[in-house]
């Protein structure tokens, strides 16, 4: 497990670094051993940790297995978390337009150094739920988010981002080199917008665009959730131009502006 500061609760410490393990880890659960493995630690000790956080709904369990799940205690606190943050009470409206108007779920992520953080969502119509937790720091190369917040950094801010996160393996769609990584931010540059093309979950698809504040930062993006269809290239690129327009939107109620990107 990593070095607690003397300025920290080791046993606290050490329950939010497999929250966070957990939470960044497969969508299928994580097992003990690969948890165990994964922070250097016992199982013994390990396990007893797992199980608290289980009890107080941190985590879940699933079988078979038993694999460990973020739990929906999260899901409240991110909730919570995030009605409390300015940027929902411009974001919400354009939100729930872009849901209405595309038939899909959208999401808003704030920009945390690259990484996008997902404060608000509103759900598409129909039966259809998506597992979207609140207020989670996500990997930036599997989603459509996270891909356009990282074509508005400079090439050496994305390598950076990159060997941070790993560019580890969700699905096989995955982009896992930085090559790979490189040639897909330069088509996001070219078109405006980014896609999830079932990178992060099997048979999910996003489009997403990034919004800007009044210097022409990159604030975060906006991204559209669907079930994976066998989209035209057609259909795609009117869905990330309307994706772009609502993004725009945003950036206009937030008083930013969406500067020229300089060559980088």
């Known amino acids: 497990m990593a070095e607690v500061a003397p300025t920290q609760v080791g046993s606290v410490a050490r329950a939010l670094e497999l929250v966070e393990l957990v939470v960044g880890g497969s969508t299928e659960g994580m097992a003990l051993s690969e948890i165990a493995k994964a922070v250097g630690g016992s199982k013994s000790a390990v396990l007893a940790t797992l199980r608290t956080l289980v009890d107080f709904g941190?985590?879940?369990v699933v079988?078979?297995?038993?694999?460990?799940?973020?739990?929906?205690?999260l899901i409240r606190l991110g909730d919570l978390a995030a009605?409390?943050?300015?940027?929902?009470?411009?974001?919400?409206?354009i939100l729930t337009q872009l849901s209405e108007k595309s038939g899909l779920t959208i999401r808003v992520a704030r920009n945390d150094n690259g990484f996008p953080i997902f404060i608000d969502r509103v759900d598409g119509p129909g039966f259809v739920r998506?597992?979207?937790?609140?207020?989670?720091?996500?990997?930036?190369?599997?989603?459509?988010?996270?891909?356009?917040i990282l074509a508005e950094l400079s090439d050496?801010?994305?390598?950076?981002?990159?060997?941070?996160?790993?560019?580890?393996?969700?699905?096989?769609?995955?982009?896992?080199?930085?090559?790979?990584?490189?040639?897909?931010i330069d088509h996001i540059r070219q078109v405006g917008f980014a896609t999830d093309?079932?990178?992060?979950?099997?048979?999910?698809?996003?489009?997403?665009a990034a919004f800007f504040d009044h210097f022409g930062r990159c604030l975060g993006a906006i991204s559209a959730t669907g079930v994976k269809t066998d989209l035209t290239e057609e259909q795609?690129?009117?869905?990330?131009?309307?994706?772009?327009?609502?993004?725009d939107q945003l950036t206009k109620e937030l008083h930013g502006r969406k500067t020229v990107r300089r060559a980088i």
Do not use: W
């Not at 079988?63 to 205690?73: H, I, R, V």
């Not at 009605?83 to 409206?93: F, N, Q, T, W």
């Not at 998506?130 to 356009?148: D, I, M, N, Q």
């Open 236 to 247: 795609v690129n009117n869905l990330g131009k309307l994706v772009i327009r609502y993004a």
């Open 197 to 208: 093309d079932e990178e992060d979950a099997q048979g999910i698809f996003c489009v997403g």
């Open 58 to 60: 941190y985590l879940r």
């Open 63 to 73: 079988e078979p297995g038993p694999k460990y799940l973020p739990g929906m205690m």
């Open 130 to 148: 998506f597992y979207t937790p609140l207020g989670v720091r996500e990997l930036p190369h599997v989603s459509s988010a996270g891909k356009a």
């Open 156 to 184: 050496e801010e994305i390598r950076s981002v990159a060997k941070e996160c790993g560019l580890v393996s969700r699905t096989k769609n995955s982009i896992t080199s930085f090559t790979g990584l490189k040639k897909e």
């Open 83 to 93: 009605a409390h943050d300015p940027l929902i009470a411009v974001a919400r409206p």
